[in-house]
């Protein structure tokens, strides 16, 4: 259960030449990033999945939606 709690990644949100937002390796929910988020914005992931699209599968092989602005908290 531990594992819930760890991030699988942490990075800056992107952008390539297609318009898919990414983060490293990981393609994120364009809806969730329009909505919430802005380019340049730190994240950790918390989750990912097998990407459902042909379209960016690919590119991106893993997607995530379970994904949070990065807290500098101490």
């Known amino acids: 259960m531990s ?3 760890k991030d699988i990644y942490t990075g800056i949100i992107e952008k390539d030449e297609e ?4 983060c490293g390796e990981y393609l994120l929910d364009y809806k969730r990033v ?3 988020f802005k380019l ?11 990407n459902p699209s042909d ?3 690919d590119k991106y092989p893993k997607k995530s939606k379970d994904f949070f602005l990065f807290n500098n908290k101490k």
């Open 3 to 5: 594992k819930d709690k």
């Open 19 to 22: 318009g898919n937002f990414f």
């Open 34 to 36: 329009t909505a919430e």
């Open 40 to 50: 340049g914005d730190k994240v950790n992931i918390r989750s990912v999945i097998e």
């Open 55 to 57: 379209k960016s599968y």
